[in-house]
């Protein structure tokens, strides 16, 4: 029993001393690599449609570094950030790594390395810098665009006796474009909102023609002021829509990735607000929806005197590990990556939307068309410029919203705390 | 061999006079005279590589994630910020809807013991097909929770065969899985579903401990089957009915993650969140592994209390026994 006493005294001594010696976020400089070789984490390269895309890449990263070999290793997405935050507390992460433009790179630009002087020269031919920039500095190339175009279904605006060339422009009409398709046998939009992201699609997709210029310039700035009426507005929709039964039925058990997609395929909602990357995009929904019959629609204008735009930043990006070896190499790997051959290779297999925006996308049909031709005036996503813990929490209290247990007064309350402590 | 050298294997029994017994330990201390260093050496030595691997593979990350949480995450990384942590812990809403959904496992956990036992009960007094129902019972167990996860979302979807079958018979349909009062339900009904076949297996093994003749004599004195269940089954298996408390509930606490991430996500509204998700979110999703490190303690600590309690509840039994 003494002994007992005594190994529990000594375990709870070594715990006391050693209490807040070291970090989680481990030494963070350790090496990952060796120089002639690299190390490449992503979730892409497992995928078939990618195939083409890292073998140009490789391609080009081949001529210009004959005795460097890539190594690709694909991890599940949905482990990834798990991985790679455990391999960052590590110091022995990958030497090039997949980001997710916004708070993803963002919470994790401590192990990158800045890529601003190797990248110089791309800052013209990409877009979507933006979502892979902290504090001025930029921590990866851009590879695709994400954004959240309103997908339509030109065939169920014509079995609802509405034009389908001419979709609503303001929110009124909208509302009367919805009842019309409510009577033809189908829902207004499909919306999966289990993972709580069906919010963040709403807030990006209808924010430019809630939001004024000056509002939207200041949320993307970081002045957010959640208190204005037309920020609350976007909320108090968001909540209107679903008691008016605009979506589908179970939104809050129904998951995005793919059930709310196939309720917009099979033809049971006329909207969706997808996405222009490689998923939930023009090219899966033509796939079951015609080319002809898949629209692209502006955001209705909401509050008079906006100018709705499409919201779109980078989408994914590589970005280049603190601790490898030769940084120089590495972000040589990263413009390889994010060559014009190379992106042109992902547009066509997989049907991204590239950061490479002189990519010639004509054959792509309508919907792609209208998405590539409203990049000109579109504007970073208003979701990307929140912290991953507030994301978290507008999913749970947009959940909420929908099942009616909270006022739109408390969830920008709870949201501009969350936003101010950043 | 000298047959004065000999020294029993086993203590004798009885009491050991003090003053031979200290003689002894005064002897050995010094090194008794035939015992070589080697052979006073071998059983530490042989307790070497299992002691170095708690030390090393269990303690050293133990006391590491402990150490962890009591440093800062982002830009406060690897300074000691002594309790913060845990007071950002308590402060958070979702870590302490986790701690109240654990409450919640305890409340249903006698529900949880109970369908097993009582299974096993109609099985072990061979209900017509018993054998069939042994089988099927413990079919689940060998599932991944992954998979069985995504058998009951298309069952229990908002327009899945449940809700279709319900409406059939003019019963509205239910968001099983969206509505925040129901989801949590739900979900520790499907991990019972999933898991409760083990446990039916460790019933099945008590039951083949108790006494037939005990049975007979209740039949023959003409007890009803709640009588028998009440006076007989539920007294005879009282050591299998507290290990199977124990062993469902750190089950419950431990192995409902798959079940989670699948069905819910920890929604709706972050209603089934259990400690064990929110420190896999903090962790993974929001970059905050000092914070998980915190959550992960006091989890630790909750298991500590139940593993305790398991042992305080199996001396009990054995004592009684």
């Given amino acids: 029993m003494k002994k007992r006493a005594l190994w529990s005294a000594a375990l709870v001594v070594g715990l006391v001393t050693m209490a807040g010696c070291g970090s989680a976020g481990g030494p963070g400089n350790s090496s990952g690599g060796s120089a002639d070789k690299l190390v490449v984490w992503d979730w892409k390269s497992g995928e078939a449609s990618a195939a083409q895309y890292l073998d140009k890449a490789k391609a080009d990263f081949a001529r210009k570094h004959p005795g460097v070999s890539v190594e690709f290793v694909a991890q599940p997405f949905d482990q990834y950030y798990t991985l790679l935050g455990a391999a960052i507390q590590a110091g022995k992460g990958p030497d090039v790594m997949l980001f997710n433009g916004g708070g993803q790179i963002r919470d994790r630009v401590d192990a990158l390395v800045p890529l601003d002087e190797q990248v110089a020269e791309d800052k013209q031919r990409l877009a979507g810098w933006e979502a892979f920039t902290a504090d001025g500095k930029t921590y990866a190339a851009p590879v695709t665009l994400q954004g959240h175009p309103i997908y339509y279904n030109k065939a169920l605006y014509a079995k609802a006796g509405l034009d389908p060339a001419t979709p609503a422009t303001t929110w009124d009409r909208f509302l009367a474009d919805c009842a019309a398709i409510a009577r033809a046998g189908a829902k207004c939009f499909a919306l999966g909102n289990k993972e709580g992201a069906g919010i963040q699609f709403w807030l990006s997709a209808l924010g430019s023609g809630i939001l004024t210029a000056q509002e939207y310039d200041d949320w993307i700035a970081g002045k957010r002021d959640w208190n204005s009426p037309n920020v609350k507005r976007v909320f108090a929709l968001w909540q209107e829509a679903g008691k008016a039964g605009l979506n589908n039925d179970g939104a809050n058990s129904t998951a995005m990735f793919n059930d709310s997609f196939a309720i917009f395929q099979s033809g049971k909602a006329a909207h969706i607000i997808g996405l222009m990357s490689d998923v939930g995009h023009w090219k899966d929904f033509s796939e079951f929806i015609t080319p002809d019959d898949l629209g692209v629609m502006s955001a209705p204008v909401v509050t008079a005197g906006t100018t709705p735009s499409l919201a779109y930043d980078g989408g994914i990006g590589y970005a280049v590990a603190k601790w490898t070896k030769d940084p120089e190499v590495a972000a040589d790997l990263v413009r390889s990556l994010t060559s014009t051959e190379a992106l042109k290779a992902f547009y066509a297999d997989a049907g991204a939307i590239a950061a490479d925006t002189t990519i010639d996308v004509s054959q792509g049909g309508p919907a792609v068309a209208g998405i590539v031709s409203a990049l000109r005036g579109g504007k970073p996503a208003l979701h990307v410029a929140l912290s991953s813990k507030t994301i978290d929490l507008m999913g749970r209290l947009s959940q909420q919203l929908l099942s009616g247990s909270i006022t739109v007064d408390e969830v920008v309350k709870q949201l501009a705390a969350s936003d101010q402590a950043g | ?321």
Avoid: C
């Fill in chain 2, 1 to 321: 061999m000298p047959i004065g050298d000999t020294r029993p294997s086993v203590r004798p029994a009885g009491r050991t006079d003090p003053a031979a017994a200290d003689t002894v330990r005064r002897r050995v201390g010094r090194g008794a005279p035939g015992r070589p260093r080697g052979e006073r050496l071998a059983p530490y030595l042989l307790v070497a590589p299992a002691v170095l691997i708690i030390v090393v593979l269990r303690l050293y990350p133990l006391v590491l994630g402990v150490n962890f949480s009591f440093t800062g995450d982002g830009v406060r990384n690897g300074t000691v910020v002594g309790l913060d942590n845990y007071r950002e812990l308590l402060a958070d809403p979702l870590f302490r809807t986790a701690l109240g959904n654990v409450g919640w496992l305890v409340l249903l956990l006698p529900v949880a013991v109970a369908i097993p036992g009582l299974l096993a009960t109609f099985i072990y007094l061979r209900v017509p097909g018993h054998r069939v129902y042994r089988s099927v019972y413990f079919f689940p167990a060998v599932l991944s929770p992954v998979i069985v996860g995504a058998i009951f979302n298309l069952l229990l979807a908002f327009d899945g065969p449940l809700n279709t079958l319900l409406g059939s018979v003019g019963v509205p349909p239910t968001d099983w899985l969206g509505d925040p009062d129901i989801a949590k339900f739900v979900v520790v009904g499907v991990h019972v579903w999933a898991t409760f076949g083990m446990s039916l297996v460790v019933f099945l093994a008590g039951f083949a401990t108790l006494d037939g003749a005990l049975l007979d004599a209740a039949r023959v004195d003409g007890a009803a089957l709640p009588q028998v269940i009440r006076h007989v089954i539920i007294p005879g298996l009282s050591r299998t009915i507290q290990f199977v408390f124990v062993t469902t509930m750190i089950g419950m606490l431990t192995s409902m993650f798959g079940l989670l991430y699948v069905m819910t996500s920890g929604g709706p509204e972050g209603s089934t969140y259990l400690p064990e998700y929110y420190i896999w979110i903090q962790q993974g999703q929001m970059n905050r592994p000092a914070l998980a490190s915190a959550a992960s303690t006091v989890l630790f600590v909750i298991m500590l209390v139940v593993g305790l309690l398991q042992i305080h509840l199996l001396r009990r039994a054995g004592k009684e026994s």
